[in-house]
C-alpha cells in the first residue's frame, strides 16, 4: 500500500512529466509548421507573445495549480475531486467566456456565485499567469468555437 508521502511524490511526477511532454509537443508542432523565423525569434522555440506560448505556460499554470481538483483531463475529476460538494467543473465542456474564466480564478468560486470550494488565485498568480491559463483553458474546451462565446 502507497503511503501518502508515495502518492504525492507521484502526483508531483506526473505534474511535471505533464509540463514536460506539453512542451515537446509544442515543440514538435512549432518545428513542423514553422519554416520560416525572423533575426528577433531566431532559435526561440516560440515566439513569446504567440497564443502557442501562452497556451503551454497556462498548461505550466494548470498543472500547478488546477490538476488536483479539476483532472489531468479537465473533466472535473481530479484525485480531490470526491471531497467536494459540488464536484469541480468540467473545463472541457465550459460554456462560459474568457472575462468569466479570469474572473473565477482571480476571486475564487464564492466571489462569483459558484463553489466556495474554488479558491481565488488574485494574490497567488500574476495577470501574465491568469491570463495564459485562460488561454490554456480556451485550447483545451471541446464546445464549439460559436457556443463559447456567448
Not at 497556451?55 to 483532472?71: I, M, P, W
Not at 456565485?113 to 501574465?128: I, K
Request: net charge positive.
Amino acid at each position: 500500500m502507497k503511503t501518502p508521502a508515495d502518492r504525492r511524490l507521484w502526483a508531483f511526477g506526473t505534474a511535471w512529466g505533464f509540463a514536460a511532454l506539453a512542451l515537446l509537443t509544442l515543440a514538435g508542432t512549432a518545428a513542423a509548421t514553422s519554416t520560416q523565423t525572423d533575426n528577433a525569434t531566431q532559435g526561440a522555440l516560440l515566439p513569446r507573445d504567440s497564443r502557442d506560448a501562452a497556451v503551454f505556460r497556462g498548461g505550466l499554470v494548470y498543472a500547478n495549480y488546477c490538476v488536483t481538483c479539476h483532472g489531468f483531463n479537465a473533466d472535473g475529476n481530479g484525485r480531490a475531486a470526491r471531497l467536494y460538494d459540488p464536484r469541480p467543473a468540467n473545463l472541457r465542456m465550459s460554456d462560459k467566456n474568457d472575462s468569466y474564466y479570469a474572473l473565477i480564478i482571480r476571486r475564487g468560486g464564492e466571489a462569483v456565485g459558484r463553489s466556495q470550494f474554488m479558491p481565488p488565485w488574485g494574490a497567488e498568480l500574476t495577470d501574465e499567469q491568469t491570463m495564459d491559463l485562460v488561454a490554456y483553458l480556451r485550447s483545451i474546451n471541446a464546445r464549439p468555437k460559436e457556443r463559447a462565446k456567448e
